[in-house]
């Protein structure tokens, strides 16, 4: 079988023009982000302070059109390595660094603070629980909502995936391990699957972060205290956490300190509490 | 010249193929093998091990193997006959209009992303059963089964459909002259004449379902026990490797591609029985 001609030059000249398009593209981010027009920070990590960092990312883009952010929201862990490995210039972490983590020289910077709140269905009677309560039910101890003066019913335990720092961060302050929870929990990947989990069953219960509350579910009061902002800020509520930002100082950028300055400036501080985080001054 | 570049050019392509198969098997294979072969991990205590605490250094994924399998042939029990009997009135009993609108309707089906079987699962299937059955959590290996069940029809229908079509007519109208009934004919002649290609619409069916993740994920619950009933939740191979990579590092890692070769193995093990139906259908 002979080819015409035409369309095998055609083809050819295709697949030069692709091969070299793909070449250039590569080329033309690399002058980019080092001194071109448009110099992009990138942002990786945790789910939780994933949604604050868009925010703020975008009242900052309004003002600095020369810098491009982009925040991939891959979890705590994930973006802990990437910062440093140098993947990503900064990480984002909802849990405080592991000592391993810290030792490869990694700064962090305190953007916000964070609640964790225990939620239940809304027809649920249960309103207040004991730290310790709450240890008892993730563990299995308490298996019956009746056991905490409420309906006599069984009690589904939502949690989220081994690695999620909200995870590791509401194990911590509760005092449980990965292996003590109860084996039968149901895991959700992300707050928002959790919130919607808890939505639709009026046995659940399981946590989320602050940002995340709505109407759609109950939230519980912790040994008689409020979930609440302020609450956390005078130390009154035990579930908070500490949102990171972290970097390695010789990959940091002019454009990512820029953006980490703007994040603390009272500007930045007013964006962090109206999106439901809790501002560090 | 021209000629033999442009040959090259197209074996390339056709080479692509194969090279990303090796690469995809060759990377999957080094990255999940690491923990046995240099961190003195026992494969053993892999697969037959309870416990999955990565962040306690305890990897054992029987109750997912479990889980996959059950899910699987749940599926299978579910899904075979009423893909087969769909095939069956598709290509034997339906008058053609009515076929002309099943036929494109179990192919759409085929073509809906799986994200979106899981989404309906979610909203429809696990509310369900958790109002009408009295589960206590609707995300259970039923839901699983009741998912990928439907998931796998059209892959059933379409092959099945095939395979009995391609039986010869002259079959039909020897059992009919013999003085066999339509239904007899059918079941006596036409489906044994069509049982290699009917065995590939189920095998491919079941690969379809072990493979699938995305829709399990959302109606699972993802639980870490062994699945002792229908309602229990279950976490399959799948959605533990695509639940937890994403925050994973290090061993953890490592060992979710190791559970990536597990389920590989059970691939292989389908197309090896696929291969083997296939040389004996003697086409």
């Known amino acids: 079988m002979k080819f015409n001609r035409k369309t095998t030059i055609g083809i050819l000249v295709l697949f030069l023009a692709a091969i070299l398009s793909a070449c250039g593209e590569t080329a033309g981010n690399d002058t980019g982000s080092s001194s ?41 862990s994930a973006g802990i390595t990437n910062a440093t490995s140098g993947v990503s210039e900064i990480g984002m972490s909802s849990r405080d660094l592991k000592e391993e983590e810290k030792a490869n020289g990694l700064k962090e910077t305190i953007i916000a603070y964070d609640g964790i709140v225990v939620v239940t ?82 046995h659940a219960v399981g946590f989320i972060s602050f940002e995340y509350i709505d109407d759609s579910i109950s939230t519980l009061q912790i040994d008689g205290v409020e979930a609440t902002a302020e609450n956390v800020l005078q130390q009154k509520y035990s579930l908070s956490r500490p949102f990171l930002f972290v970097h390695k100082e010789e990959n940091l950028t002019d454009a990512g300190l820029q953006f980490i300055d703007y994040i603390l400036s009272s500007d930045g501080q007013t964006i962090v509490s109206e999106a439901g985080a809790i501002p560090v001054k | ?147 990928l069940a439907i998931m796998m029809l059209p892959t059933i229908v379409t092959v099945a459909e095939t395979a009995i079509r391609a039986v010869p007519k002259m079959y039909r109208e020897g059992s009919l002259a013999l003085g066999a009934s339509p239904i007899g004919t059918i079941f006596k002649v036409v489906v044994p004449a069509a049982k290699s290609g009917i065995m590939a619409a189920i095998v491919l069916g079941l690969g379809r379902a072990i493979g699938e993740t995305m829709a399990v994920i959302l109606v699972a619950g993802n639980s870490l026990i062994l699945p002792t009933s229908l309602t229990d939740s279950v976490r399959p191979l799948t959605t533990n490797i695509a639940l937890e990579m994403g925050y994973a590092f290090g061993t953890h890692q490592e060992m979710l591609f190791a559970t990536g070769i597990v389920l590989f193995s059970f691939i292989l093990l389908l197309n090896f029985v696929l291969a083997k139906i296939g040389s004996k259908g003697g086409k």
């Not at chain 1, 990786?44 to 929201?73: C, H, M, R, W, Y």
């Open chain 1, 36 to 76: 071109g027009s448009k110099a992009t920070v990138s942002i990786s990590g945790s789910t939780s302070v994933g949604p604050l960092a868009e925010k703020l990312a975008e009242k900052f883009k309004d003002k600095n059109e020369k810098i491009n952010i982009e925040v991939n929201q891959i979890g705590s």
């Open chain 1, 121 to 202: 269905h809304p027809s649920n009677k249960v309103k207040d629980l004991t730290l310790e309560q709450v240890k008892q039910i993730f563990t299995g101890e308490v298996t019956n909502w009746s056991q905490l003066g409420g309906e006599d019913m069984e009690i589904v335990v939502v949690s989220r995936e081994d690695g999620s720092g909200s995870r590791d961060a509401f194990q911590e302050i509760v005092g449980y391990s990965s292996g003590e929870l109860i084996r039968n929990a149901i895991i959700a990947s992300g707050n928002g699957n959790i919130k919607t989990t808890v939505a639709t069953n009026k």
């Open chain 2, 1 to 147: 010249m021209l000629e033999k570049l442009s040959g090259r050019v197209f074996l390339f392509c056709a080479l692509l193929s194969v090279i990303s198969l090796l690469l995809i098997v060759g990377f999957v294979f080094y990255k999940g093998s690491h923990p046995f072969v240099a961190e003195g991990y026992s494969f053993l205590d892999f697969i037959f091990g309870m416990d999955w605490v990565p962040s306690e250094d305890k990897f054992g994924i029987f109750p997912m193997i479990v889980a996959s399998l059950f899910a699987t042939m749940g599926a299978l029990i579910l899904g075979v006959p009423v893909g087969l009997f769909t095939a069956i009135f598709l290509a034997e009993i339906a008058p053609k209009r009515v076929a002309k609108i099943i036929s494109p309707a179990v192919q759409l089906l085929a073509g809906i992303p799986s994200v979106l079987y899981g989404v309906f699962g979610l909203a429809i299937i696990v509310p369900f059963l958790q109002n009408n059955l009295g589960l206590v959590k609707g995300q259970s290996l039923l839901a699983v089964i009741l998912v």
